[in-house]
């Protein structure tokens, strides 16, 4: 099923296909034009990691929009297998994988992929269990950052505006947040 369209780069303007599934969420694409735009040049070339996948849709904007690798981490396989078509159907699958994982145990071995990454994006549910979850793995980036001491990315979370993140989470530190209606994009980087 044709779902959200990509807003930038390469592919600008091609529809994602999506699963007719309630409780999945997609970014908008306002959403996903203001994140492209505000990370613009950090995107070419970077490695991205895609935390609470979904549909890809994040992901999917940063290797549209020049990112060199992106790894979409997602728990269900169904949505992991719509990550996978999207990748082949966008001439995307040499610059990309799917990982079936839990984000947070995924995280807290310290994968590979994620001791690599230059910009890591997670959009986790906003209902049920999601603002729990979302708290503990931007802990546990916290803590990677303190373990990996040369590991610098960009984080940024996707979250409801009235979920309140910490400032100060380990090594990372807050420097920027965006408000587009319910949706806020908070934005980390080590502290210095």
């Known amino acids: 099923m044709p779902g959200a369209r990509l807003t930038g780069g390469e592919a600008a303007g091609r529809h994602l296909l999506t699963l007719p599934d309630p409780g999945l969420r997609a970014t908008t694409g306002l959403v996903r034009a203001a994140l492209g735009n505000i990370l613009g040049e950090r995107l070419g070339s970077a490695r991205v990691v895609d935390l609470f996948a979904g549909a890809g849709s994040l992901g999917l904007e940063a290797l549209s929009r ?3 690798w992106a790894t979409f981490v997602e728990l269900q396989r169904a949505h992991a297998a ?4 999207n ?3 966008l001439g995307f699958q040499a610059r990309g994988e799917v990982v079936v994982a839990d984000a947070l145990a995924w995280v807290r071995h310290l994968e590979p992929a994620l001791r690599a990454a230059d910009v890591l994006v997670m959009d ?3 209902r049920d269990r999601g603002p729990e979850l979302c708290q503990a793995v931007l802990a546990q980036l916290g803590v990677a950052a303190e373990q990996l001491s040369e590991w610098d990315p960009v984080v940024v979370v996707e979250h409801h505006r009235q979920l309140t993140l910490p400032t100060t989470p380990g090594a990372l530190n807050c420097v920027r947040t965006a408000r587009y ?3 806020e994009l908070s934005f980390y980087q080590r502290s210095t």
Not at 82 to 85: D, E, G, K, P, S
């Open 87 to 89: 990748l082949e159907m």
């Open 181 to 183: 209606g319910t949706t």
């Open 124 to 126: 986790p549910p906003y």
């Open 82 to 85: 719509v990550i996978q078509a």
């Open 66 to 68: 020049g990112a060199a």
